[in-house]
């Protein structure tokens, strides 16, 4: 089956710093890549996704980028700031619609 | 945020009770999950339904017994817990089309088992 690796576990970064967040993935049917965000007592939330047919994509001060063919794709916030701070869950799904998720970064962003 | 609801919110039960989980979704999704998340794993999938056929059973222990009577609805039949099955159990709902597959989770049950 499908395994995601997530790293790091851990980043603490000050403000207006950028993070990066980095999953690897086994599985290469794995062809929709999203990333959730889940802040303290709360669900985990889309905030952006990939397909493999996609190499980047940006929504404002979060991008990702997929490298297919080494199964790797990573999260970029820009200009971070306190309320970014949260647990991030990377995942692969194929079409049957299996998720897979990493197991999640804890980001700090220290004002 | 009220696209996909749980209740209750948290539970306490003894380790020979037996209780439900319940989960609706008012996203008209065709596929709903049941996931575990602990400190040991934060997103551990435990089970599948793909109109309303369990498509995914991830070894889960038959102390826990999912149900889905339909396409909006989804439970977790609990008995005979162990107080390591204490966690937050969070349900999602997604569209599957084959394109993309965002998962719409609910706030979750806080079980603790005694």
């Known amino acids: 089956g499908e395994n995601v690796e997530q790293h790091p576990s851990t980043l603490s970064v000050q403000e207006g710093d950028s993070a990066v967040i980095k999953c690897t993935y086994s599985d290469s049917a794995s062809n929709y890549f999203p990333w959730y965000k889940q802040e303290l007592g709360k669900r985990p939330q889309l905030i952006i996704d990939i397909r493999s047919n996609v190499g980047e994509k940006k929504d404002q001060r979060i991008a990702v980028t997929l490298n297919k063919t080494a199964k790797h794709f990573s999260l970029h916030i820009t200009e971070t700031q306190p309320e970014d701070s949260a647990v991030y869950f990377c995942?692969?799904?194929?079409?049957?619609?299996?998720?897979?998720f990493g197991d999640g970064t804890t980001l700090t962003v220290k004002p | 945020e009220t696209g996909v609801t749980q209740t209750p919110r948290h539970l306490v039960m003894g380790m020979t009770n037996k209780k439900s989980l319940k989960c609706e979704q008012h996203?008209?999704?065709?596929?709903m999950y049941w996931y575990k998340q602990s400190a040991k794993k934060p997103l551990e999938l435990m089970f599948v339904?793909?109109?309303?056929?369990?498509?995914e059973n991830n070894s889960v222990p038959s102390r826990f017994s999912p149900e889905c009577p339909n396409s909006s609805h989804l439970f977790l039949h609990l008995h005979t817990l162990q107080p390591e099955d204490s966690a937050l159990y969070l349900c999602?709902?997604?569209?599957?089309?084959?394109?993309?597959?965002?998962?719409?989770f609910g706030p979750g049950t806080r079980l603790t088992v005694l």
């Open positions: 995942a692969a799904n194929t079409n049957a619609g299996k998720s897979t």
């Open positions: 999602a709902s997604s569209q599957l089309s084959g394109v993309t597959d965002t998962q719409y």
């Open positions: 996203l008209g999704h065709n596929a």
């Open positions: 339904y793909n109109f309303k056929e369990q498509t």
